[in-house]
């Protein structure tokens, strides 16, 4: 189990002072970011295998092996471990992370573009990390209880973008069930949300606007 590795590390690197730690690992004048990276890995639930934290002697992965050896970790079960958190983590950076987009059939009048540029994070609404590895039965609750929750503290009504009248739940890319603001299901579809382009054309002419400044 991962926990009972990272509890192993973290009992016998508290057995030693920092600085003779960092010095076995190969740094013979420890600085404060070396210490700062040392306490990041131990308290880090992944042991700072996602931090992208590196120098010029250690990269992630290696900094953890040099670590374990430090402290007297087997070096058969720190490597056992360090690739399995490695290879979980690369699971999750490319895995499709399902969320919801808040349909209100919005349609552009006179609202300015960048304050809708601005706005476009409030019609996409997130969940836990993980939330992807559930299996789809195991997600609709979820997503249910996030609708009413939102739904909720909303008031039924999105800002800038007008009143509530769908939420999709993508699942997988390009692929959504329907549901009403009282958490109902009534359809599903496989196209990606219906105006995304508007957000792609904002960010079109904001590119413009900045390219041309920068011509200035």
């Known amino acids: 189990m991962i926990v009972n590795f990272r509890t192993d590390l973290a009992?016998?690197?508290?057995?030693?002072?920092?600085?003779?730690?960092l010095k076995t690992m190969g740094y013979a004048t420890p600085t404060a970011k070396n210490y700062r990276r040392l306490q990041r890995a131990l308290e880090s639930p992944d042991l700072g295998l996602s931090s992208g934290d590196y120098d010029f002697k250690y990269g992630g992965a290696e900094f953890l092996a040099a670590l374990c050896r430090a402290v007297g970790v087997d070096p058969v079960v720190a490597d056992f471990h360090i690739k399995r958190i490695t290879t979980r983590l690369e699971?999750?950076?490319?895995?499709?992370?399902?969320?919801?987009?808040?349909?209100t059939g919005f349609v552009r009048t006179s609202q300015p573009l960048l304050a809708l540029a601005a706005c476009e994070h409030q019609r996409y609404l997130g969940?836990?990390?993980?939330?992807?590895?559930?299996?789809l039965g195991e997600q609709l609750p979820q997503v249910k209880a996030l609708i009413r929750k939102h739904v909720s503290e909303m008031d039924g009504k999105l800002g800038i973008w007008g009143k509530i009248k769908q939420y999709h739940f993508y699942y997988k890319k390009d692929a959504a069930y329907v549901f009403n603001p009282?958490?109902?299901?009534i359809g599903q579809h496989s196209r990606p949300p219906?105006?995304?382009?508007?957000?792609?054309?904002?960010?079109?002419?904001?590119?413009?606007?900045?390219?041309?400044?920068?011509?200035?």
């Open 91 to 103: 699971e999750e950076r490319a895995a499709f992370k399902p969320y919801i987009w808040v349909d």
């Open 194 to 216: 219906r105006n995304k382009a508007t957000c792609n054309r904002v960010t079109g002419i904001i590119s413009a606007a900045v390219q041309g400044n920068n011509k200035g």
């Open 11 to 21: 009992v016998r690197a508290a057995a030693k002072p920092h600085a003779e730690i």
């Open 182 to 185: 009282d958490a109902e299901w």
């Open 127 to 135: 969940f836990e990390k993980g939330f992807w590895r559930y299996s």
